[in-house]
Structure formats: C-alpha cells, structure tokens
C-alpha cells in the first residue's frame, strides 16, 4: 500500500471497517423482517414494507439528517444513548449505522426473494413431523435460502462502502474518524491536486464493487449447486 497516502490509506480501512459493522448489524434484522414480509400477513405488512425500501427512494441527504435528529446527542434516542456512553453522530459507529440503513433495502429485497421461491408445503411437512417453528427454519428454510442471504449481505457490504450522503450528513467528513471513500474522494475533488488521490480512490472503490459482486454470484451458485444435490 506503498503507493497510497497515509490519508486515502485510512479512508480505505474505515470504509472496511464500517461496512463490515454495518452488513453484521443489519443482517439479523434483515433476515426477520424479510422472513416476515414474506411469509406472515398482519396489519401494517404495506407500511413496514414502504418503510423498509424507503432510503431506496429518499435522497440520502434525508435519511442522514433524519438520522442526525434521531441519533444525534439532543435526539430521542441520541440523549439516551449519550447519557450511557454511547455517541453515534459523528462517529464511525453512526457510519455503520447509516450505511446499514442505506444498505438495508437491498438486503431485504434479495433475502425475501428466496424465501418467497421456498415451496411453503416443504415448511409444512417439516412442521406436521412434529418440528417448532424455529427448527424449520433452522433446518428447513434457512439452507434454502442461504444464497439469498449470502447476495443481499454482499450487496449491503457493497452499497455501505459507497455510501456517502447519509454519512457526511449524520457524521461529517472527519480524516481519520468519520471520513470514508466517498468522502474522501469528494475533499480531494475540492483542493487543487487532488485529482490523483482521488483517481487512486475511485479504482480501489471500482474493484472492491465488482469483487463484492462477483463473489456474490460465485458463492451463490456455489451454494445453490450444493443444496440441489
């Protein structure tokens, strides 16, 4: 890493960093929602599936400043938050979470897919031979849907390292704390020579995508070969 600058070198590593927090964080609430938008039917499923796609279709300025009033220090949450030690605006762990809800659609969307392409009679058989609900989908659904799961965490992780809206707004653009590719890239736009520095920035973010995508579909057709057997 030689031919990257103390600075860009530390965008990359914080980029890593906060998307590998944000896809860990989001996943387990992804799986239930997902799970529940797509086998359950209760009042409200239209709204909390509005909900859940909505940083799809807010700019992401909206969702940062919302983000901001929620989780910063005089927020709701935020204050209560603070007041045990725990500070999210500007912060990298409110990168995370920024990323996370930026990259949260996409996960839903992927893992709701393959349990809706679950044969729900496979669920059943399972539950008539006496298994909880829990066990079918420990042993049932889950490997099932374990390709899906495995595309939208890889699709989270991929949108999180190229978040920059909601971030710079919940968390500013601090070198060496909050300041990730994106916000990298956009201060070395800003002063006269920074063109190379973002150029070396930009190719890394341009790799690490593809890679993160064609890992997705390696391991996901990996993994539905395995199951087919």
């Not at 239930?32 to 909390?48: K, N, S």
């Not at 799809?56 to 030690?85: A, W």
């Not at 729900?120 to 298994?131: D, H, I, V």
């Amino acid at each position: 890493m030689d031919w990257l600058s103390p600075e860009e070198w530390s965008a990359v590593a914080l980029s890593l960093r906060v998307s590998l927090w944000a896809t860990a964080l989001a996943l387990p609430f992804g799986l239930f929602i997902a799970y529940a938008l797509a086998r359950w039917d209760f009042p409200g499923r239209q709204i909390l599936n509005g909900l859940v796609h909505l940083p799809l279709i807010l700019p992401p300025v909206v969702t940062g400043y919302l983000l901001l009033l929620t989780f910063g220090i005089r927020g709701p949450v935020g204050s209560i938050l603070h007041d045990m030690g725990i500070t999210l605006a500007f912060r990298w762990t409110g990168a995370a979470l920024a990323a996370a809800i930026m990259g949260f659609p996409l996960m839903v969307r992927a893992i709701r897919l393959s349990i809706e392409a679950v044969d729900p009679k496979l669920e059943e058989a399972a539950a008539t031979l006496g298994a909880s609900r829990t066990w079918v989908f420990a042993t049932v659904t889950l490997p099932l849907i374990l390709p899906g799961v495995l595309a939208g965490a890889i699709l989270a992780f991929a949108k999180a390292m190229g978040e920059f809206g909601a971030t710079i707004t919940f968390v500013s653009n601090i070198p060496g704390q909050t300041q990730t590719l994106p916000s990298a890239i956009y201060a070395f736009l800003q002063v006269p020579g920074g063109e190379a520095s973002a150029l070396r920035l930009v190719a890394i973010s341009v790799v690490v995508a593809l890679g993160a995508l064609i890992l997705s579909e390696v391991l996901a057709r990996r993994m539905a070969q395995r199951i087919g057997r």
